[in-house]
């Protein structure tokens, strides 16, 4: 492999992060929204979540990816391989953060809810002060696991155009005829992405033992 076959590597990897970071940083709320719609008590609302949820939960990526990619043309709505990656991987991501959440949200007692309320506490500053601390500290392991998965199928965006890690991997070995250098340099670096969100799960865990006093 020349310099410029590991350069082609580093910028894949370089897509691969920034797209499933843009991803992460909008699905994990969004995520959140929707566990909070189907934990509500609103029926009509909370059906309607599930069977979103239900319906992208069972749809893979590299599906989606092509359905969001030449469907919104389909429809007046021109889109681009980035912004259709992005789409792609929040929808997909959030489905199932909307889960994780969703877990810890069934396993808070709502009687902690109830004394928040009775003693004045808005919903708003209630969800802020009592829930959101517990649910956010139950949930980021599985959080943590649900990116890395993400980073994982991130390749299904090939599809669509845009040279990932496993993308940039394939053309080198294609030009080079040695298939096994460049994939052995995209398994360390998707190695090294993928310790690092774990890494990061270590430091949020133990900035949140601080913050909110867990033992």
């Not at 980035?82 to 709502?110: G, H, K, Q, Y």
């Not at 500053?125 to 943590?144: C, D, K």
């Not at 649900?146 to 845009?162: C, F, N």
Request: hydrophobic fraction near 55%.
């Amino acid at each position: 492999m020349t310099a410029y076959d590991y350069l082609s590597l580093l910028q894949g990897a370089a897509v691969t992060v920034s797209l499933s970071l843009v991803g992460i940083i909008i699905g994990v709320p969004l995520g959140l929204v929707l566990a909070l719609a189907r934990w509500s008590e609103v029926p009509a609302l909370a059906r309607a979540v599930a069977a979103y949820v239900s319906v992208l939960r069972a749809t893979p990526l590299v599906t989606l990816a092509l359905l969001v990619f030449f469907a919104l043309p389909n429809v007046g709505v021109p889109i681009d391989p980035v912004p259709a990656a992005i789409v792609s991987i929040t929808m997909n991501t959030a489905a199932f953060n909307c889960e994780i959440w969703r877990a810890a949200l069934n396993d808070f007692p709502r009687t902690q809810l109830d004394a928040a309320t009775a003693v004045g506490m808005t919903p708003g500053l209630a969800f802020r002060r009592i829930v959101f601390p517990q649910i956010w500290r139950i949930s980021l392991p599985g959080l943590v696991n649900e990116m890395t998965l993400l980073i994982k199928s991130s390749p299904a965006i090939a599809v669509v155009g845009i040279v990932d890690i496993t993308r940039a991997a394939v053309r080198i070995g294609a030009q080079t005829y040695e298939p096994l250098p460049p994939f052995l340099t995209a398994t360390a670096l998707y190695f090294l992405v993928v310790l690092g969100f774990v890494r990061a799960q270590r430091s949020i865990e133990v900035h949140l033992d601080r913050k909110f006093g867990f033992a």
